[in-house]
């Protein structure tokens, strides 16, 4: 079972729609969560950092439920532009190991005219 | 803004032999990270370097070696390439050692074994 899990979609929705993808990781010794957003064969880009308290950056909002042990991204008004796939990371706290990201295999969101 | 600066942007290589990676961090970044992906793979840690003492390893390959210079750049050499090591790979870099753990990514070197 890999340590940070997403559904790999790909989500197909249109243009206007609200859309939300969930991650959930296995180490309860994570303690840092972001969103990347990555477009074909380019590099990931941090969309959102993640926070216990959640945090929304326009039309991206992002929660945490450490209870449960997963991250969730919703996308209202979905755009054309927002066709990517998404990927979740985790970070352990502290040591050696910090900053170092673990992801999810990423999920392909589509937005169709 | 200046981002994480990697060359080459392609390699192609044959079989068996070397390979040089370069990576410029963010300036006043403390913290590289190397990572590679393969084609519909999540990108997988390799190592990491804070202020130029390797920090982390993951599944990184004996064959391949890194360093973080004085200047903070980082190298990847590859050798005894392989064709699975066709990939795409990536440095990251933060500020990690200051509380900045955001790690922000190269545009990243497309490496094809032949």
């Known amino acids: 079972r890999k340590e940070v899990e997403q559904d790999p979609g790909p989500f197909n929705v249109p243009e206007g729609a609200t859309v939300a993808f969930n991650c959930t990781y296995s180490n309860s010794a994570s303690q840092s969560f972001f969103w990347y957003r990555q477009d074909c064969r380019k590099e990931p880009k941090l969309l959102m950092s993640v926070y216990s308290s959640g945090n929304e950056d326009g039309r991206f909002t992002a929660q945490l439920n450490r209870a449960s042990q997963y991250i969730s991204l919703l996308i209202r008004d979905s755009k054309l532009s927002d066709s990517a796939t998404y990927l979740c990371?985790?970070?352990?706290?502290?040591?050696?190991?910090?900053?170092?990201?673990?992801f999810g295999q990423g999920t392909i969101l589509t937005v169709h005219p | 803004a200046a981002g994480v600066i990697q060359s080459p942007r392609h390699l192609i290589k044959e079989k068996r032999e070397t390979a040089t990676l370069k990576c410029y961090p963010i300036p006043r970044h403390d913290t590289v990270y190397w990572y590679q992906q393969g084609p519909g793979q999540d990108p997988q840690f390799l190592i990491s370097?804070?202020?130029?003492?390797?920090?982390d390893k993951g599944s990184i390959p004996d064959r391949f070696s890194a360093q973080q210079f004085s200047d903070y750049h980082s190298e990847l050499n590859m050798s005894s390439l392989e064709l699975g090591d066709s990939a795409l790979y990536f440095c990251?870099?933060?500020?990690?050692?200051?509380?900045?753990?955001?790690?922000?990514f190269g545009q990243g070197t497309r490496l094809t074994v032949v």
């Open positions: 990371a985790v970070c352990r706290a502290g040591g050696t190991s910090y900053g170092k990201l673990t």
């Open positions: 990251a870099s933060s500020a990690a050692g200051t509380g900045r753990i955001e790690a922000f």
């Open positions: 370097f804070y202020e130029k003492m390797q920090s």
